[in-house]
């Protein structure tokens, strides 16, 4: 019997509204996801650092992320140089590792998400750590790994105390040997880009780990691992295992493999990629030995797979790119132009436009000045620029004659600038930035602003005038500041908006 035979028939117009109001939440479910991007925030790994073997505690991992995370001024500074020089720089200079034996870093607790009430358990993880023999892999010409290096990479981890010894500081001080620095931070191999709070929302000690080796691969899609190398960086070995538990080893065989590490880690995956926490998780499949359908495998087949974050941030990183490489070339080409002001125009180029944009900025208006000659080439070039924009992106107009149902919505408060939005970020980008151009954002007032960029404002229009000369005279400084900042606030980060307070 039908169900539905007794039901009455829906009248369309409750149709249209219940598929408006379904349009209605997947909107209001892209922006919130776009949001979250927005506020992601995103680690360079160099890819030896992020292959480092061992059976590591999620409070650990927090530790060896935030010693990256600690670095990752020195790490953008060599990927973007990286475009001009066709090589990696190294982040550490020779000179400065040949003065010394050890480097200290230090940490944050707050930073590492860890609370005084968790102190003890990081202090503990710490001293551990400190303890443990860690592998790094070393590389041939090709990215193969040839052999494991073993090393003991940090042979102090502590906590501050006060002057009284009473207290924990809160403050984690982490030594480095410098003999294996030139190793483990090279960014010869490249590097892993990956969310920052893994660590901190995983639940499974070996998911952070997992999701980190496979996002080297993620743009590939598949990566077919050796099991002999898959079950050394995990720290399932006999080595790794006896070094911090007794009794038998449970991961001796494919099947406890499969169900203690790989299932748990894949179901986990899943739920941080359908939450919008991570990227991509995977799929996997061993492949054993030809004849054979059982036992250990020769490898083990990861299939990666896109979460809706994930194809976000992809379409993010295509624009973003885009606009890099298309400022980059343009620069070169006429360095007096402003790249703020041609990164303020390009930045509102809506995507279906933006590929016709940046060919007729690169063919066209180079052809037109080469036959116009004009005396100030950069001021022309804008002029073009903003006059192609003007013709090409088309503001829809109100209907004047519309005699359609007109129905009343409440109105919206339009969004404000908010003092202290995005205040913490601007801390960071301060505090990893060392820049000319920095004395500057030190005396200028800052906001954020709900619209998704950063607006500071400077006591005097002079002192605004000075910095806008300073940094179209050092184009480096400021790609230097725009990169630091795209990395603390992502898409928020891309324009820097300034003004004069009244």
Not at 130 to 154: E, N, Q, W
Not at 292 to 316: C, H, Q, W, Y
Request: charge should be neutral; include cysteine.
């Amino acid at each position: 019997m039908n169900e539905n035979k007794d039901k009455p028939m829906k009248g369309k117009k409750e149709k249209q509204g219940k598929q408006s109001s379904k349009q209605d939440k997947l909107m209001v479910s892209s922006n919130s996801m776009y949001s979250e991007l927005r506020d992601m925030r995103w680690l360079y790994n160099p890819v030896v650092y992020s292959q480092i073997s061992g059976d590591f505690t999620l409070m650990q991992q927090r530790i060896l992320l935030g010693i990256i995370e600690k670095l990752q001024h020195r790490i953008i500074d060599s990927v973007d140089s990286q475009h001009k020089q066709k090589s990696f720089p190294a982040i550490f200079d020779d000179s400065e590792l040949m003065k010394r034996e050890t480097i200290d870093l230090n940490l944050s607790a707050a930073d590492l998400g860890v609370i005084p009430a968790h102190y003890e358990q990081l202090e503990q993880a710490a001293l551990a750590l400190s303890r443990i023999t860690m592998k790094y892999p070393k590389f041939d010409t090709k990215g193969k790994v040839t052999r494991h290096v073993a090393a003991a990479l940090f042979p102090r981890i502590e906590i501050a105390m006060t002057e009284s010894e009473l207290r924990r500081t809160g403050v984690l001080r982490v030594v480095m040997l410098t003999e294996n620095i030139r190793d483990i931070f090279t960014m010869q191999h490249g590097f892993v880009k990956h969310v920052s709070h893994i660590a901190r929302v995983a639940l499974k000690k070996r998911t952070p780990r997992l999701y980190i080796y496979l996002s080297r691969f993620k743009d590939v899609g598949h990566k077919k691992v050796p099991y002999t190398d898959l079950v050394e960086f995990l720290g399932l070995t006999d080595e790794y295992y006896y070094e911090t538990n007794d009794g038998k080893n449970p991961y001796t065989s494919w099947s406890k493999v499969k169900k203690l590490v790989l299932e748990p880690v894949k179901q986990e995956m899943d739920d941080l990629a359908r939450s919008g926490e991570i990227n991509f998780s995977f799929d996997y499949e061993p492949i054993f030995p030809p004849g054979k359908s059982r036992g250990i495998p020769l490898e083990v087949l990861f299939t990666m797979k896109n979460s809706d974050m994930g194809n976000m941030k992809a379409e993010e990183d295509r624009r973003s790119n885009s606009i890099y490489n298309f400022i980059d070339t343009y620069v070169s080409w006429c360095p007096d132009l402003s790249i703020h002001s041609l990164r303020d125009i390009i930045e509102s180029i809506p995507e279906e436009k933006l590929q016709d944009f940046i060919y007729f900025a690169l063919t066209d208006v180079r052809r037109i000045v080469e036959r116009k000659q004009p005396d100030d080439v950069a001021s022309y070039v804008m002029g073009i620029l903003r006059k192609w924009k003007r013709e090409n992106i088309h503001v829809p107009q109100p209907t004047l004659f519309d005699y359609s149902p007109v129905i009343l919505e409440p109105e919206k408060e339009e969004p404000k600038d908010i003092p202290g939005q995005y205040a913490e970020e601007w801390k960071q980008i301060l505090e990893r930035y060392d820049g000319i151009l920095k004395p500057f954002l030190l005396k200028a007032r800052h906001f954020g602003t709900s619209l998704g960029f950063i607006l500071i404002l400077f006591p005097t229009k002079e002192m605004c005038d000075e910095y806008n000369k300073l940094e179209t005279e050092n184009p480096k400084e400021e790609k230097k500041l725009h990169v630091i900042m795209t990395d603390v606030l992502g898409s928020a980060g891309r324009v820097l908006k300034r003004g004069v307070e009244h």
